[in-house]
């Protein structure tokens, strides 16, 4: 067996982001008292794990980059703006609104309406609710917002920081800022509907929010992943910043611009540079991006660092909880997250290596700065390296694996878990089994004979 060569990490030529330090990883009780320790939330949907609120989706994908957009490719970066508009207009939008198709705006009326009928609202009063959204908007210079059909002048003046102090302008998301209003939600209110720009995923968010502070302490209760034994202040304070993160997230993009043609006069020829303009219209659908974590990833931020909670059904999972449920999504789930573990400790950014037939990828730093050095297939064997492998190979498959990882400029690499022969099935069932566990790496290259016999001439 040959020695293995280290090669350094291939940066990549376009960089456009800083690099911001990992989420802390506190030694002693000492040390966590000390420092202030940031918590966050996350929720499982369907056997996957999403974070809502945009502070929690920027601080956990910006330190450590865990996970990934539910409609991005990697960092949730996503705009409901369409680039080519936004810079098309970047003139005319002096409000800094999201500029949207006509196309794209009949889209969100579509899904609005589908979402109202499958909550078997009336025909006739969806179309009544919707009918406001596709009227014209009147934005003036002084913060006041009016439809274009007078009979809508029964609506209130736009909402500014003076009447309420949630519903203030300048919010940002995205690079961009946003006006923010509750408008939708006093006019619906007062007339008995809901709005169909308001998603499922508000009632959650709030049932979450309430069965937080009802949670045991993590040195109190077996393997909890957050404390709850607060003081009564504490808590009224959590409340309150949840409560102002909702308001915050619900009012996001409440107008939008639509890009809308002109319909020329018969006596007039029709002119390209005119055809088009802006028209501010309430959003009947609103989008958002959440962040999603893979089952290693969150498991990491619940065990090994303590700053995430998991909710399912509006209850906390516990640490032995969730590893009994993430083994039974995943048969695969202990090996990969002990590899995973592993590999974090050691400084690399692991992320899942699905499209290279491998278990992770292995970064350096994070992607957004490095190619992936390695590529890494974990199997956990016991102390004479005889095991169940869960991709047992050939050697058709493992030549076909080594070449399809040096195509794309990496290594591969072979990640065994020794366990001792003498651990049981019962000690497996929680996490402190990895106290046990001993890993060994092994690189896999291919052997070319031309390139081996001139090494050898040269010798």
Not at 253 to 280: A, F, G, M, W
Not at 422 to 449: A, G
């Amino acid at each position: 067996m040959a020695e293995a060569i280290f090669r350094a990490p291939k940066r990549k030529r376009r960089v456009y982001e800083s690099y911001e330090a990992p989420l802390p990883l506190w030694f002693t009780q000492e040390e966590t008292v000390s420092n202030e320790k940031q918590h966050y939330y996350a929720e499982m949907i369907n056997n996957n794990i999403i974070v809502r609120t945009p502070e929690s989706i920027r601080a956990l994908y910006g330190k450590g980059y865990f996970g990934k957009g539910i409609l991005s490719r990697s960092r949730p970066a996503y705009n409901i703006s369409d680039p080519a508009l936004l810079a098309k207009w970047k003139d005319s939008n002096s409000k800094h609104l999201p500029v949207i198709s006509s196309k794209k705006f009949q889209h969100h009326i579509d899904w609005a309406r589908s979402l109202l009928q499958a909550q078997e609202v009336e025909d006739s009063c969806i179309e009544k609710m919707l009918e406001k959204y596709t009227q014209s908007v009147d934005l003036s210079c002084d913060g006041s917002s009016k439809f274009c059909d007078s009979s809508q002048e029964k609506n209130t003046n736009f909402p500014t920081s003076e009447t309420n102090d949630v519903e203030k302008r300048g919010e940002t998301q995205n690079g961009e800022n946003h006006p923010a209003t509750s408008l939708q939600n006093k006019e619906y209110n007062s007339e008995g509907d809901d709005p169909p720009a308001k998603c499922e995923n508000i009632d959650c968010e709030a049932a979450d929010r309430e069965d937080q502070v009802h949670v045991h302490c993590p040195r109190h209760h077996d393997f909890t992943t957050h404390c709850g034994c607060q003081n009564q202040d504490a808590t009224k304070e959590t409340q309150q910043h949840n409560s102002i993160q909702d308001d915050k997230l619900s009012s996001e993009h409440e107008y939008v611009l639509v890009v809308e043609k002109i319909k020329p006069c018969s006596d007039q020829p029709l002119n390209d540079e005119v055809t088009e303009r802006l028209v501010c219209k309430r959003n009947p659908f609103k989008v958002f991006e959440y962040l999603q974590l893979s089952l290693e990833e969150a498991f990491f931020l619940v065990y090994a660092l303590g700053c995430l909670t998991i909710f399912q059904d509006e209850e906390p999972l516990t640490i032995v909880k969730l590893w009994e449920v993430f083994s039974a999504i995943q048969p695969g789930f202990k090996a990969n997250y002990m590899g995973y573990h592993y590999f974090r400790g050691k400084g690399w950014v692991p992320k899942t290596g699905l499209k290279y037939g491998t278990d992770l990828l292995l970064y350096r730093k994070g992607p957004p700065f490095y190619h992936a050095s390695y590529s890494v297939v974990v199997e956990m064997v016991d102390d004479s390296c005889q095991g169940l492998q869960q991709r047992p190979f050939t050697w058709q498959s493992l030549a076909g694996l080594v070449r399809i990882t040096t195509n794309v400029s990496k290594e591969l690499m072979l990640c065994y878990l020794i366990k001792p022969t003498n651990m049981t099935e019962e000690e497996m069932t929680s996490p402190e089994c990895m106290k046990r566990i001993k890993v060994q790496e092994v690189l896999v290259n291919r052997w070319i004979s031309s390139r081996e016999r001139t090494d050898q001439e040269e010798l």
